[in-house]
């Protein structure tokens, strides 16, 4: 057996209830044995993915938009957790993003100082995606360094909650608003914002992971392409980013028909096995992995590159061999 990265893999620290009541909130709602399983970063995940055979996970924190300080209090308090297990965590850095100058920083400490292999953010700042010009120099950086930044569903903003209410009750309302419908949507739709925007262009050694199988991109992505090149004049076409500036795993998706359209649009080389911790287990992954073998439909060589070979390319990590 091969080893396995995980790089959608969450936790939450305990200074972020104290921080945010928003956050707080979000987390009020987890059911709480996720939450404590979100809150663990010593024996019991240790455990958990021993139970899934993962070599090594990528640790990036839930949602909250937080200020500078206490992002750097909670990435110090990670960086600590990974070195107690050092062949089996790594971090992604968490940023703030509505102080873009401050995450700039925060993401050279993290990468130079604590050896993180980059950073995770939300989807959209209370509804404002990174498109807007005032974000880039967090791109510019996290290109200077050689990281990617994994852009990862959130919340629906109050204003963006309107537009998923309808004829029936608010908990429908929240569930398309999220990981019914639009934490996939919105973040696909984030995708070609950027690419609109001309941020490729600028930074054409940036590197993107999203999650979910593509957050549902693949399905169009051949109508995108040919779409967008009425978009106006870039240097590069979307089909040319898609392929070079743009990662994919996964996460919390175990079903061979989407992966099927995953790999019939994307590069084998940039996708990437994942789990979704804890709101997935490490063992349900495992399964998937083992369908996979099964099915064929990535075998050998490609299974390599997509369980653990492509992390260790993109991250710059190594993992321990079983």
Not at 22 to 44: C, D, M, Q, T, V
Not at 177 to 206: C, M, Q, V, Y
Not at 258 to 279: G, R, W
């Amino acid at each position: 057996m091969f080893p396995l990265i995980t790089l959608e893999e969450h936790y939450v620290s305990p200074k972020v209830h104290e921080a945010s009541p928003e956050a707080r909130a979000h987390y009020a709602n987890f059911p709480p044995h996720i939450l404590l399983k979100l809150e663990s970063l010593g024996e019991e995940r240790i455990q958990d993915l021993d139970k899934g055979k993962v070599s090594l996970q990528v640790l990036s924190h839930g949602p909250g938009n937080l200020a500078a300080p206490v992002c750097s209090v909670i990435n110090e308090d990670l960086a600590v957790a990974i070195a107690k297990n050092p062949t089996r965590l790594a971090g992604f850095a968490m940023l703030p993003m509505s102080e873009p100058v401050a995450a700039v920083t925060e993401l050279e400490r993290c990468v130079t100082e604590f050896g993180f292999v980059g950073a995770l953010v939300e989807n959209h700042l209370d509804g404002q995606f990174y498109d807007d010009e005032r974000f880039w120099p967090v791109f510019a950086k996290a290109q200077e360094l050689n990281v990617p930044i994994y852009i990862h569903p959130t919340f629906a903003s109050d204003s963006m909650m309107e537009h998923y209410k309808g004829n029936y009750n608010d908990s429908v309302a929240l569930a398309l608003s999220a990981f019914g419908w639009a934490w996939h949507t919105e973040t696909g739709h984030h995708i070609l914002r950027l690419f609109a925007s001309g941020l490729f262009d600028h930074f054409p050694k940036l590197k993107i992971v999203i999650g979910h199988m593509g957050e549902m991109l693949p399905f169009q992505l051949d109508r995108i392409f040919s779409i967008s090149e009425r978009w106006g004049n870039r240097e590069r076409g979307l089909r040319e980013v898609w392929r070079n500036n743009i990662w994919i795993t996964t996460s919390g998706m175990f079903s061979l028909t989407p992966l099927a359209c995953l790999l019939q649009t994307t590069s084998i080389d940039h996708v990437l096995y994942s789990v979704d911790y804890p709101f997935s287990a490490n063992e349900k992954g495992l399964e998937f992995l083992e369908e996979i073998e099964k099915s064929g439909l990535i075998a050998g060589e490609a299974l390599e590159l997509f369980a653990y070979k492509n992390a260790e390319n993109l991250l710059r990590v190594k993992a321990r061999r079983p």
